[in-house]
């Protein structure tokens, strides 16, 4: 109840008193003081409904919170699936409206969704993708989402394409880290997060070139690391233009 401090003794109370009522809306986690209380109707079953909807009403601004934390948790936009836009090039005669998405978008997106089929294979688990959780206006996307069964945790994997050493950074575990914690606050369900990293050249697998990575990973003990190179994957979404591939064509 409200400035209670107890958190070592609790207990779950059937607010209606009828112990085979175990929906949701009929529990509520109660110290053993005002869990006397409430059976003694000291505390009324009208006070308890009110106090359970507060409690929800606090659970969702935590998690509004942490939606807002995890946006601006990278430098960068991780943009989950490409957006189309309105292409400049349209059709001439005007019956029809062409709309792209953009090429990095869409090879980044393909790049990810390889990268998950490989840590598959290795780990031989399967993932759910691109998986979505809405909670109010916000939402909250997985990469990839393994369910865990008989009790086990669940696993879910965010993959970043680290094309350069520059962009090593140990923010991808805070992000990882921060979406495992939210996976937990809307599902109820325990999670361990996988940073799928992915690198531009086969050098960069070497001791040193995702320092700050591994740091940031050391940091957490919900994230681990898988690190693969674009020709582990059998997939580069390198910079091939438009232009290059017409000048090669006319050759």
């Not at 978008?105 to 990810?112: E, K, P, R, S």
């Amino acid at each position: 109840m409200k400035n209670c401090n107890e958190h070592t003794y609790l207990d779950i109370h059937h607010i209606d008193h009828n112990r085979e009522n175990n929906s949701l809306d009929n529990l509520i986690l109660l110290c053993r003081k005002h869990h006397g209380m409430a059976h003694d109707e000291v505390i009324d079953r009208k006070s308890l409904r009110a106090y359970k909807e507060l409690l929800k009403g606090a659970e969702l601004s935590q998690i509004q919170a942490r939606l807002s934390d995890l946006e601006t948790a990278l430098n960068v936009e991780k943009q989950n699936v490409p957006e189309q836009t309105v292409s400049d090039d349209q059709p001439a005669s005007g019956l029809a409206e062409k709309s792209t998405a953009g090429r990095n978008a869409v090879l980044h997106f393909a790049l990810y969704h390889v990268a998950i089929s490989r840590y598959e294979a290795d780990c031989r688990l399967y993932f759910e993708r691109n998986v979505e959780f809405r909670s109010g206006e916000q939402t909250l996307t997985v990469d990839g989402l393994h369910v865990g069964a008989n009790g086990e945790h669940d696993t879910i994997v965010e993959v970043f394409y680290i094309r350069k050493p520059y962009l090593d950074s140990p923010a991808y575990a805070s992000f990882v880290h921060q979406k495992a914690v939210l996976y937990e606050l809307l599902t109820g369900r325990v999670a361990k997060g996988v940073l799928l990293a992915v690198v531009g050249r086969e050098r960069m697998l070497g001791d040193g070139y995702l320092s700050a990575t591994a740091e940031g990973v050391a940091n957490f003990d919900d994230v681990s690391l898988q690190v693969y190179s674009c020709e582990q994957v059998g997939f580069h979404p390198g910079p091939i233009s438009a232009a290059v591939i017409g000048r090669n064509s006319a050759v």
